[in-house]
């Protein structure tokens, strides 16, 4: 049965196993505007960054954007490129297991070595910063054998860990919420995620012209 409350329609049951058909078809009305708001949530998400880690010259906010335009600039794929963008999405609410976070959002859209790069950057950023904390900073080796090994020693060495200086210029939000809008936008678990490398690996800059 479906009421109001709170001035909204909404399903009557206050125990899932007591839910009706018609509660279930009304959540399922629902579903697909709010699965189709993720990118707006992603990206207020996002400027949360803004005050997270303090100790860099640049916030996290703008290391996500310099990691995404170094990666869009060096001509990569758009979903590396909005991987890029998102990396660090998990920053303030998990410090020491952020990777985690942003592997898990992205992981329905893009290809398994994509997620796989995401979910494994900060080993591989601790080649750059390890040795000077105590810890052995070839621990990425472990992976050495992994097919996107290669990738995401690209992806830290040449995106991400450059990712710090103030005057690398930088497109704002705006110029990379299309590429994230057609990345989310694909079948959820759909073919890109069953594939190992991304599907469509033209650079994201060869798209955004083409737009
Ligand atoms: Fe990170
Ligand atoms: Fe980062």
Redesign the pocket.
């Known amino acids: 049965m479906v009421e109001m409350y709170r001035g909204r329609k909404v399903s009557s049951y206050i125990r899932m196993d007591e839910g009706t058909q018609e509660d279930y078809d009304l959540l399922h009305e629902y579903a697909e505007p709010f699965r189709k708001g993720v990118v707006d949530r992603l990206l207020e998400q996002m400027k949360a960054l803004h005050h997270t880690f303090p100790g860099n010259k640049i916030d996290?906010y703008e290391?996500?954007l310099q990691?995404a335009q170094r990666a869009y600039d060096a001509g990569e794929c758009e979903e590396i490129v909005v991987a890029g963008l998102l990396?660090?999405i998990g920053d303030n609410l998990s410090p020491d297991n952020h990777a985690t976070i942003a592997a898990a959002i992205l992981r329905p859209y893009v290809s398994q070595n994509v997620h796989w790069m995401i979910e494994h950057?900060p080993v591989f950023?601790g080649y750059y910063f390890f040795a000077k904390v105590g810890k052995d900073r070839n621990m990425r080796d472990q992976y050495k054998d992994h097919p996107a090994f290669e990738l995401a020693d690209r992806f830290c060495g040449v995106y991400?860990?450059t990712?710090f200086d103030p005057d690398y210029p930088t497109g704002t939000m705006d110029f990379f919420e299309p590429m994230v809008r057609r990345i989310f936008a694909r079948e959820p678990w759909g073919a890109h995620h069953e594939s190992e490398w991304p599907l469509d690996s033209a650079p994201a800059k060869q798209q955004a012209a083409a737009e």
């Open positions: 996290r290391h996500c990691t990396h660090d950057h950023q991400d860990q990712a």
